[in-house]
């Protein structure tokens, strides 16, 4: 078999006309900037002064719930207002970054994101993946999603509200996924205990944000999270297998029993590589269900895999394709809300020693008596 070949066969397993040239010689189109997806002008990096909004006291941000508007609001007006919005992240392939960009949705839209009042985004991540490892990202390890279930049958507002951890440099709230991912564990957190979570969480969230795990096997995803989300996520990067399992899943997730439109789904290209053989244009002739790339970030381990090293989520970036990005991507999950501030960039503090207080904090939990 010559290389035409197997240039041949990938394109008919991404289902495109035609054989992929065996390197695209191509300009990125972020480098062509055009209209639709171009950087924002370049505008100076400003730094908070330190008593200014944008600078989270030392305290970190309030945990309460009483804190929060909207849990003393009158049972009335709660009922007349429109419930927050449900984003999923979803990919049939893991290691494309949807942890990645669940924590920067909720992380900016926690410290930047603003509703059209004027007021702060109240945003909550759930770690809905059995083996999520948003607690690794941010530091945190407990209390999870099991401590909630196990301990507190009914699930009241309260029992949740204590049971989820804050990241200090954004305010982001997060429910975290079991320190053990084992079958019994898993048997407990069915769909409807998610449903009861989620619902539980809207009294005094703006934003639900439901971190996913990649099986459309699993039915916490295709009974719950996928069919009922307001926005799926579907994140991919530009490799043919990635592609190859997108068209599949996004075949599932049309057809019954999940059955969303597809109007509702937004393509997140993370990991976006240059000179790799597949370039936009490629990506979207190959998944024909998808009409537009949403938002697009670099492949920069520097940026991406440094920011969870130190357990720290981004918040923006110098660089203004990333910049761009996170505005796209906004604007894709939950169009009503603005961000400010996106050009101030907050120095990052010296890096943690993450993994072994990670690795203290579970090994403390598990050996807790139960
Ligand atoms: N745009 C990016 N550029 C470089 N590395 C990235 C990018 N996005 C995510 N990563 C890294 O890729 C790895 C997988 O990301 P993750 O968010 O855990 O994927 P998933 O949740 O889909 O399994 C992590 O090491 C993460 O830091
Ligand atoms: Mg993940």
Redesign the pocket.
């Known amino acids: 078999m010559d290389g035409s070949d197997d240039a041949r066969d990938l394109a008919d397993l991404l289902g495109l006309p035609q054989a992929l040239p065996r390197r695209t010689p191509e300009v990125s189109p972020l480098l062509q900037t055009p209209p639709s997806v171009g950087p924002a002008p370049p505008s100076p990096m400003r730094w908070p002064a330190l008593n200014s909004p944008e600078s989270v006291p030392a305290s970190g941000v309030s945990s309460s719930m009483a804190d929060w508007p909207g849990v003393d609001e009158p049972a009335a007006r709660r009922a007349t207002a429109p419930g927050p919005t449900v984003v999923a992240v979803f ?1 049939p ?11 920067m949705l909720g992380a900016v839209l926690a410290r930047r994101g603003r509703m059209a009042n004027g007021g702060q985004v109240r945003v909550c991540l759930v770690d809905l ?1 059995l083996f999520g ?1 948003v607690g690794a ?1 941010l530091g945190k390890a407990v209390p999870t999603v099991l401590d909630l279930v196990r301990g507190h049958p009914s699930i009241t507002p309260e029992d949740v509200e204590r049971h989820l951890v804050e990241e200090r440099s954004s305010g982001l709230r997060v429910l975290l996924a079991p320190v053990t991912p084992d079958a019994v564990n898993a048997a407990v957190l069915t769909p409807s205990v998610y449903r009861r979570i989620v619902e539980t969480l809207s009294a005094w969230h703006d934003v639900v944000i439901l ?1 996913c795990g ?1 099986e459309l096997t699993d039915p916490v995803l295709t009974s719950y999270a996928i069919p009922s989300a307001d926005r799926v996520l579907f ?1 991919v990067n530009n490799e043919a297998a990635t592609l190859a399992a997108a068209r599949k899943a996004l075949a599932l997730m049309a057809d019954k029993p999940m059955s969303v439109p597809m109007g509702r789904i937004s393509l997140v290209l ?3 590589a240059d000179e790799v053989g597949i370039g936009d244009t490629d990506v979207l002739r190959s998944l024909p269900r998808v009409r537009r790339i949403a938002a697009r ?5 520097r ?3 440094g ?2 090293n130190q357990g720290r989520p981004i918040l923006t970036s110098t660089d203004p394709v990333v910049r761009q990005g996170i505005a796209d991507l906004v604007a894709a999950a939950v169009p009503d809300i603005h961000l400010v501030d996106l050009d101030v960039i907050v120095p990052a503090p010296a890096p943690k020693p993450l993994l072994a207080r990670i690795l203290a904090r579970a090994a403390a939990h598990a050996l807790r008596p139960s």
């Open positions: 990919s392939k893991g290691g494309v970054g949807k942890t990645t960009v669940s924590i993946d490892d990202r971190d990649t994140v993370n990991q976006r970030f670099p492949d920069d381990r940026l991406f895999v920011s969870a």
